[in-house]
């Protein structure tokens, strides 16, 4: 049976359900969480439905492996805290839809997967760093969310189920769809995106320690209140990069813990997360000394201490010509002149396996620019010409 849009779109409404929350068609799942487990187990035997070997890796990547080598497409199923239906799922179930039809067809050799914690409950895009051996097992293991779980509690839950991990070179190359989560395809009308580059990030978190003490009773001047450190380190933040950054850079304070986050009492501590992404590896190791440079200035302007955690990132990714020029074959034949070339500002798996397969990704239109938010969403019609183009280019670069 070719390619069944149907099919794709039903599987997408199934995938949303396991953890299928908040308004419109948003989801809390996780990676690791419970409604993570269950959707990867669905989705394993959607890949068996499919003539497809479920392999899921120590981490918990899942793959739909068709043949001795093959064309690899897919993304991740795992959400952020409060994501929206769309956001790797497209992907996942894209790579899937696209497998089964090359296997009921008679086509090449096409698998699947989808990778665990891009998100980044744990790191930045942990699944796909670990099998692409940019981070060791052993370190991964170490890390903990801002709950203060460790990843290797977390994926000991699922240990009965994991295979080994699969060498890259079983696989051809990577293809992945995405919506754009931004603006711009659908400020300009053009349906496609065949993306060029994906820009590199840095993520760390710094802690500023005080003294906690008594809202009513301890004079201003006396005090070593960290909340008031962070709100002049984002201000001095924010003028400083004035002069080090383009307008394309990007920082953002997403995650504050303030202790003991009570009315009446000065905070004592703040840990907080400092994010910053740009197409420029050297920018982003300038951002990194002014960051550090400001942060330990305003700690000394208030008496208090500061602490770095390491600082995780990605190098920016160029994506494969052949690659991307294939995809933009394909979308100029089904859909002419309403496709554009352009870089992607969010991270994704594809920047990780560029480093060992080459690798590109196909974009469709975000309504409204909105992503990481409940409400995400993109119209049917653009998802299923979106499926259509990756499968004609995923066709020609499989044989
Ligand atoms: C991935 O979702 C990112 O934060 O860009
Ligand atoms: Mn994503
Ligand atoms: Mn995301």
Known sequence: ?????????GDLHMLRSFGASGVGRGVVRQA???????????????????????????????????????LLVGSHSDSQPEGGWLDGALGVVAGLEIARAAKE?????????????????????????????????AEADGFIDTQG????????????????FLPHDRFSGFLEMHIEQGPYLEETGVKLGVV????????MRITFVGRQNHAGTTPMHLRRDTFQALSAFNTALNSRFANAVTPATVWTIGHVALHP?????????????????DADAVRLARMETLIKEIAQEIAADHSVASEFGPVMGLEPAAMDARFQAELGAAAETLAPGMWQKMPSGALHDA???ATVMPAAMLFVPSIGGISHAFDEDTAEADLVLGLQVLDRAARALAV
């Not at 990843?151 to 080994?164: F, V, W």
């Not at 060029?196 to 993520?203: A, C, H, L, M």
């Not at 703040?270 to 992404?277: D, I, K, L, P």
């Open 105 to 137: 067809d008679g086509g090449p050799p096409i698998s699947c997967v989808s990778f665990q914690d891009e998100e980044g409950r744990f790191g930045v895009l942990t699944g796909s760093d670990v099998w692409t051996c940019k981070l060791a097992l």
């Open 1 to 9: 049976m070719p390619l069944d849009p149907q099919r794709f779109t």
């Open 261 to 277: 986050n009570a009315s009446s009492v000065v905070p004592g501590r703040v840990e907080f997360s400092v994010q910053w992404r």
């Open 149 to 164: 779980n460790t990843l290797a509690d977390m994926r000991a839950q699922m240990t009965d189920l994991a295979g080994d």
């Open 32 to 70: 690791y969480s419970d409604a993570d487990f269950v959707a990867r187990q669905w989705l394993a035997q959607r890949m068996k439905d499919a003539g497809l070997e479920p392999h899921f890796d120590p981490l918990g990547n899942l793959f739909g492996l068709a043949g001795e080598k093959s």
């Open 351 to 353: 920047a990780n396996l």
């Open 196 to 203: 060029t580059d994906i820009v590199g990030i840095r993520d």
